[in-house]
């Protein structure tokens, strides 16, 4: 398995530690990350801009391992997918590396996520359009690289 980072989450708040997502980790190894919807709306509620791209990145991560929870709350937490959505391509999708470094690794991430939403077909009319909406943003997102 490939480790650059991953985010723990502790209390309230998360931590970036050092081990990353990697698009080729087995079930067993998703299903040890934890339930996080919780841990995520009480960040929200105290997230400033750092601390809004973990959180952004948080979701992202977990739609990939729960879609059909994470897009079932973000049906009912319409603020929330609202600003998602909105933040997502600069979020998510940037590289702060400043050297392109991790231009290769968000591109997977975001493959990993259309494939996941592709195969995703929604419990109800609300995550079916949440899921087209989130394919529909990321077919146009691209990478954007800090330098």
């Given at each position: 398995?490939?480790?650059?980072?991953?985010?723990?989450?502790?209390?309230?708040?998360?931590?970036?530690?050092?081990?990353?997502?990697?698009?080729?980790?087995?079930?067993?190894?998703?299903?040890?990350?934890?339930?996080?919807?919780?841990?995520?709306?009480?960040?929200?509620?105290?997230?400033?801009?750092h601390?809004?791209?973990?959180?952004?990145?948080?979701?992202?991560?977990?739609?990939?391992?729960?879609?059909?929870?994470?897009?079932?709350?973000?049906?009912?937490?319409?603020?929330?997918?609202?600003?998602?959505?909105q933040?997502?391509?600069h979020?998510?999708?940037?590289?702060?590396?400043?050297?392109?470094?991790?231009?290769?690794?968000l591109?997977?991430?975001?493959?990993?996520?259309?494939k996941?939403?592709?195969?995703?077909?929604?419990?109800?009319?609300t995550?079916?359009?949440?899921?087209?909406?989130?394919?529909?943003?990321?077919?146009?997102?691209?990478?954007?690289?800090?330098d």
């Amino acid at each position: 398995m490939k480790v650059t980072r991953v985010l723990l989450i502790c209390g309230v708040n998360l931590i970036l530690l050092g081990v990353s997502f990697s698009p080729s980790w087995s079930q067993s190894e998703k299903r040890m990350i934890p339930n996080t919807i919780e841990v995520i709306e009480k960040s929200w509620e105290r997230r400033d801009g750092h601390m809004g791209v973990w959180v952004h990145y948080a979701i992202a991560e977990q739609i990939i391992f729960r879609p059909s929870e994470i897009l079932s709350w973000l049906s009912t937490r319409k603020d929330i997918y609202n600003v998602f959505i909105q933040k997502l391509p600069h979020d998510v999708f940037t590289d702060y590396s400043g050297d392109g470094s991790d231009e290769k690794r968000l591109l997977e991430f975001r493959e990993s996520l259309i494939k996941t939403l592709e195969g995703y077909k929604g419990v109800d009319e609300t995550t079916k359009q949440l899921r087209l909406d989130l394919l529909k943003h990321l077919n146009s997102v691209t990478i954007t690289i800090v330098d």
